[in-house]
């Protein structure tokens, strides 16, 4: 193990716990407070849901053994879609947790199996060396651990229910969860994204994430449309934490996902410098939206918040363009 390592095992895990046994653990992803983990806690049985990375799995151990329990406990490792920011700790964590089995959407469960493809696939995206500091090495799923939950899929934590729905839009490999003891909605990346430190008086600012490469605008409003019609009272959201889905907040969401979609039509017949051109509309739509909503944070916070977003809508509409045709 080298120091790099020593040091990510050392610190000290930031947890929330929330209402019904749920527990927010950030998965400090790359930093603090831009990816969550949730564990599920019935009656000492564990689902976790979303891995984060490698990286991230010593802090699942320590909110775990905070609370009297082990990797032991957990029962299920479930990820929301394959994405190596909600997934890539799959593996290890399927590793450690001996009494588990991993639970993923149909279309994603070859990458778990066999994840070569899968970090070929992100590599593209963000280059070797980026991704093994932010990733490692993706440790397969043995395949007779692996659960394949389709739409309208139903498992149960220690009688606890829960449904998956089939939520394409963000990733056709994408589910989310419904807990029907919180009535709530583990939304992984389908409800979008919104950062607790842009939350305004006029509410949280929500909206779509575009990531490579397999965004559809159109199913992902369908989907936001299907999580919508369960009438959650809650949505946790992956970046980053609970948000009430108020009308409001369906709607900017909603709002933004047809924005993206006609910045990139804009450029349709203009591929020089297509990603960077993106990164400037998505940029500045994102902080007029703030600035409307009344957002008292600085507009280079704001900007340094949304960095990382940004530049994944853009690559992400960017290969959308391509598929075109
Ligand atoms: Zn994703």
Redesign the pocket.
């Known amino acids: 193990m080298n120091s790099k390592a020593q040091n990510i095992i050392e610190e000290k895990a930031t947890y929330q716990d929330l209402d019904h046994g749920i527990t927010l653990v950030d998965a400090e992803y790359g930093k603090p407070g831009a990816a969550a983990i949730y564990l599920m806690i019935e009656d000492g049985d564990v689902a976790i849901i979303e891995t984060g990375t490698n990286h991230s799995v010593p802090y699942i151990k320590q909110v775990l053994e905070a609370k009297g329990l082990s990797f032991n406990n957990v029962r299920y490792v479930i990820p929301t879609?394959v994405?190596l920011?909600?997934a890539g700790g799959a593996g290890e964590l399927m590793h450690l947790c001996k009494n588990a089995q991993l639970v993923i959407h149909p279309f994603g469960a070859a990458h778990m199996i066999d994840p070569s493809k899968l970090e070929a696939g992100t590599i593209a995206v963000y280059g070797e060396k980026k991704f093994r500091e932010l990733y490692g090495k993706i440790r397969p799923v043995d395949a007779s651990r692996v659960i394949e939950a389709a739409g309208f899929f139903k498992l149960k934590l220690n009688g606890r229910k829960l449904q998956f729905l089939d939520t394409p839009g963000?990733?056709r490999h994408?589910f989310c969860v419904y807990d029907i003891k919180s009535n709530g909605i583990f939304t992984?990346?389908t409800f979008g994204v919104s950062y607790p430190q842009l939350t305004t008086a006029h509410g949280p600012c929500v909206f779509a994430?575009t990531?490579p490469v397999q965004f559809d605008p159109g199913s992902l409003l369908q989907s936001i449309e299907c999580l919508a019609s369960r009438e959650p009272d809650i949505m946790y959201l992956t970046h980053f934490g609970p948000v009430v889905p108020t009308e409001a907040a369906i709607k900017q969401l909603k709002r933004s996902v047809r924005a993206f979609a006609n910045m990139a039509l804009e450029l349709q017949a203009e591929p020089e410098n297509r990603i960077e051109r993106l990164q400037v509309m998505i940029k500045s739509y994102l902080l007029e939206t703030l600035a409307a909503m009344g957002c008292e944070q600085s507009p280079e916070f704001q900007a340094e918040v949304i960095e990382n977003d940004v530049l994944l809508n853009a690559q992400g509409l960017d290969f959308w363009l391509g598929r075109q045709g």
């Open positions: 879609h994405h920011d909600h963000h990733a994408h992984g990346d994430t990531t």
